[in-house]
């Protein structure tokens, strides 16, 4: 395995193993709840956390194959993987804070900016690691 593909494929078990603590902060509200259940920024943290980190897994692969450079493709896993641990983060301080049930209903002054940085780097991210994969795998 190539060293970046293992610092990615690293990373996306670091984010697993975030998912399976959250898992835990989870039951442990769903348990003591009146209504059995968590606040709903503790489900969307533990819930995101399991998809990042199954995302970023695929990114190691795609940057195992990629015909790119290896600063290249960590660069651009690294983008989308900072949006992803940012998220979760996110999510944590509104489950930890139990200050809102939808961020977007309030949103502060950055959130738009934040989603837009969010989705070009996600997206641009990926695309780049894809084109490297398809080169890779068919030239």
Same mark, same amino acid.
């Given at each position: 395995?190539? +060293?970046?593909?293992?610092?990615?494929?690293?990373?996306?078990? #670091?984010?697993f #193993?975030?998912?399976?603590?959250?898992?835990?902060?989870?039951?442990?509200?769903?348990?003591?709840?009146?209504?059995?259940?968590?606040?709903?920024y503790?489900?969307?943290a533990?819930?995101?956390?399991?998809?990042?980190?199954?995302?970023?897994a +695929?990114?190691?692969?795609?940057?195992?194959?990629?015909?790119?450079?290896?600063?290249?493709?960590?660069?651009?896993?690294?983008?989308? @993987?900072?949006?992803?641990?940012?998220?979760?983060?996110?999510?944590?301080?509104?489950?930890?804070?139990?200050?809102? =049930?939808?961020?977007?209903?309030?949103?502060?002054?950055? #959130?738009? =900016?934040?989603? @837009?940085?969010? @989705?070009?780097?996600? @997206?641009?991210?990926?695309?780049?690691?894809?084109?490297?994969?398809?080169?890779?795998?068919?030239?």
């Amino acid at each position: 395995m190539n +060293l970046d593909a293992a610092v990615v494929l690293f990373v996306a078990g #670091l984010i697993f #193993l975030l998912a399976l603590v959250l898992g835990v902060w989870k039951y442990r509200q769903m348990m003591t709840a009146s209504d059995h259940l968590a606040h709903p920024y503790v489900d969307i943290a533990h819930r995101a956390a399991l998809m990042y980190s199954f995302a970023t897994a +695929l990114l190691a692969a795609l940057v195992q194959f990629s015909a790119w450079p290896a600063w290249l493709n960590l660069v651009a896993a690294g983008v989308p @993987i900072v949006f992803f641990v940012g998220a979760i983060l996110t999510y944590i301080e509104h489950g930890f804070r139990r200050d809102t =049930t939808n961020q977007f209903a309030h949103p502060t002054s950055g #959130l738009r =900016t934040s989603m @837009i940085a969010l @989705i070009v780097g996600e @997206i641009g991210g990926t695309a780049v690691l894809l084109v490297g994969f398809a080169v890779g795998a068919f030239t």
